[in-house]
C-alpha cells in the first residue's frame, strides 16, 4: 500500500525566491502566516516512497498590487492578523 504524509516548510519573506527539494507528486495542501514564529509556512502533501525521485521546486512571495510575471503559478495567501499584510504565494514555473 502507497503512504503519503504532510511536511511543514518556511518560506523567506523577501524578494528572492525560497527553492524546495520536494519528492515527484507532491501536492500543496495549506499556505499561512503563523503569528508566533513570524513566517510563512507551506503544509506540503508528500509521498513516501522507498526510491524517490525530487525535483526543485521555487516559490516566490508578491504584496497586493505588485505586478506578477505570467510565468508563476499561483498557491495560496497567507494574512498577517496583527498587522495589515497579506503575502500571496506563487510558484515559479
Given amino acids: 500500500m502507497e503512504m503519503k504524509t504532510i511536511h511543514k516548510h518556511a518560506i523567506q519573506i523577501s524578494h528572492m525566491a525560497t527553492a524546495l527539494e520536494l519528492s515527484e507528486g507532491s501536492v500543496i495542501r495549506r499556505v499561512?502566516?503563523?503569528?508566533?514564529?513570524?513566517?510563512?509556512?507551506?503544509w506540503i502533501e508528500v509521498p513516501i516512497?522507498?526510491?524517490?525521485?525530487?525535483?526543485i521546486r521555487k516559490f516566490k512571495i508578491f504584496s497586493t498590487g505588485d505586478g506578477i510575471p505570467n510565468t508563476h503559478h499561483y498557491v495560496g495567501t497567507a494574512?498577517?492578523?496583527?498587522?495589515?499584510?497579506?503575502y500571496h504565494v506563487y510558484e515559479v514555473l
Fill in 79 to 86: 494574512v498577517d492578523t496583527l498587522t495589515p499584510e497579506a
Fill in 49 to 55: 516512497r522507498v526510491t524517490q525521485n525530487k525535483q
Fill in 32 to 42: 499561512e502566516y503563523v503569528t508566533h514564529e513570524k513566517g510563512i509556512f507551506l
